[in-house]
């Protein structure tokens, strides 16, 4: 199983990203796809996730209304368009794959208990 991001570099604030992540190895049909983000001396942390089951999708709130998760299952690809972004975006994404996309009990998108992960492709925003 291979999840291969892309797409990363270096962005003004208030500029667009799209970031992609090919998956190959898995039946993609039956896997809820996300997108995380990890930056420097932080945890990882859900940024957005497309089910498989119900194509129900959740975003994490510092992005809403300006990240746009989409999944094309005959490319076998996920994407991530990045609007507006912020300096605060800065990280390196990641995507993963698995059965569910991960909730907390309080409700918001999980980083953890994703069985594949890509190696993350940095994204970097100047002010």
């Known amino acids: 199983v291979q999840l291969v991001e892309s797409g990363g570099g270096l962005v003004q604030a208030g500029g667009s990203l799209r970031l992609s992540c090919e998956v190959s190895?898995?039946?993609?049909?039956?896997?809820?796809l996300g997108w995380f983000r990890q930056a420097p001396g932080e945890e990882r942390e859900g940024v957005a996730c497309?089910?498989?089951?119900?194509?129900?999708?959740i975003y994490a709130d510092p992005v809403v209304s300006r990240f746009t998760i989409s999944r094309d299952d005959a490319k076998k690809t996920v994407y991530l368009q990045m609007n507006s972004v912020t300096v605060e975006d800065t990280a390196v994404y990641y995507c993963a794959a698995d059965f569910v996309c991960a909730v907390t009990p309080g409700g918001l998108l999980g980083a953890t208990g994703y069985d594949y992960w890509g190696q993350g492709t940095q994204v970097t925003v100047s002010s």
């Open positions: 190895g898995l039946v993609v049909e039956d896997y809820s």
């Open positions: 497309t089910s498989q089951s119900d194509g129900s999708i």
